[in-house]
């Protein structure tokens, strides 16, 4: 039994957000995901999500691919976290290539492609604009 673990905010889901959970999931037999708490979020960004850590992690929770959620409360929490879980590999988008690579003596770490053209921050900047 492998498990994947990764982590994000998945704020206002979006296809991107779809296509590294799917491609993460397809890289083991089990997927579980850390969803940054609105906490972390405000720490890292100076805002809290559109949506609140509840919602965001009742819509990944309930994605066929995803077998196990969690809130994520501190970046510094990694391995902890990988730890809890078991997991075999962590899966992070490439735009956090390399920032992982110290826990390769815990587990596998792989970087996936963003999915080109969405994000979060766009899709509320171009809601922003039309309102
Ligand atoms: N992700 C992706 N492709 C995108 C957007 C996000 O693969 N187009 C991945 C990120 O690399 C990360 C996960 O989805 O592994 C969660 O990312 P998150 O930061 O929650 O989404 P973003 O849309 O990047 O949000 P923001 O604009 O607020 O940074």
Redesign the pocket.
Known sequence: MKTVI?F????VF?V??V??LQRASALGDRLVVGVSSDALNFSK?GRNPIYCEADRLKIISVLSFVDDVFIEESLEKKLQYIQEHKADVLV?????QDKFDHLKPHCGVVY?P???S?????IIEVVRQKS
Do not use: A, Q
């Not at 994000?8 to 704020?11: A, K, R, V, W, Y």
């Not at 992070?92 to 956090?96: A, E, I, T």
């Open positions: 990764t994000g905010t998945f704020d979006h991107g957000h296509n590294i960004k992070m988008g490439d735009d956090w996936l963003r999915t080109p969405i994000s979060t921050t766009e």
